[in-house]
């Protein structure tokens, strides 16, 4: 059997890390975006391979949209765009945690900064995030 040429043996080595990921049957893997200095979980999401290299090359949260199935640039809509400053892998390999500086402060696309915007008091879910940016202002569907 002949070597690969070394330029695609290249290619083969720096993406080996992809293959250290337990990806889900359907090749996704579940990620939690935290802010970066204040620890906040501000989303969960998914990413397929696809999305996991782009972010670790570009630097910015790319995720893959299961409802729209596509991949997702977190702020190509809205300008909130996830700055990530550290992705790590856990223990049982099958969840990504993204360290992210949010820009524009707003995560989730209820115009709140965080997705988890609501807690569970005396048995009913409770809101307490309030909304920063009215969503029709952000998404502008032409």
């Given at each position: 059997m002949q070597a690969a040429p070394p330029a695609l043996e290249e290619d083969i080595m720096s993406e080996s890390w992809l293959n250290k990921v337990n990806w889900t049957h359907d090749g996704l893997v579940p990620v939690i975006?935290?802010?970066?200095?204040?620890?906040?979980?501000?989303?969960?999401?998914?990413?397929?391979?696809?999305?996991?290299?782009?972010?670790?090359?570009?630097?910015?949260?790319?995720?893959?949209?299961?409802?729209?199935?596509?991949?997702?640039?977190?702020?190509?809509?809205?300008?909130?765009?996830?700055?990530?400053?550290?992705?790590?892998?856990?223990?049982?390999?099958?969840?990504?945690?993204?360290?992210?500086?949010?820009?524009?402060?707003?995560?989730?696309?209820?115009?709140?900064?965080?997705?988890?915007?609501?807690?569970?008091?005396?048995?009913?879910?409770?809101?307490?995030?309030?909304?920063?940016?009215?969503?029709?202002?952000?998404?502008?569907?032409?």
């Amino acid at each position: 059997m002949q070597a690969a040429p070394p330029a695609l043996e290249e290619d083969i080595m720096s993406e080996s890390w992809l293959n250290k990921v337990n990806w889900t049957h359907d090749g996704l893997v579940p990620v939690i975006a935290q802010e970066t200095g204040t620890g906040k979980v501000l989303m969960f999401a998914w990413m397929d391979r696809e999305a996991l290299r782009l972010t670790a090359e570009t630097g910015q949260a790319v995720y893959w949209s299961r409802s729209r199935k596509k991949l997702w640039r977190k702020g190509e809509e809205s300008g909130h765009v996830q700055k990530v400053h550290n992705i790590r892998l856990d223990c049982d390999e099958d969840v990504i945690l993204l360290t992210v500086e949010q820009l524009g402060g707003i995560a989730c696309h209820t115009g709140r900064h965080t997705c988890f915007f609501q807690k569970l008091q005396d048995n009913q879910w409770v809101t307490d995030e309030p909304v920063l940016k009215n969503p029709e202002e952000i998404y502008r569907h032409e």
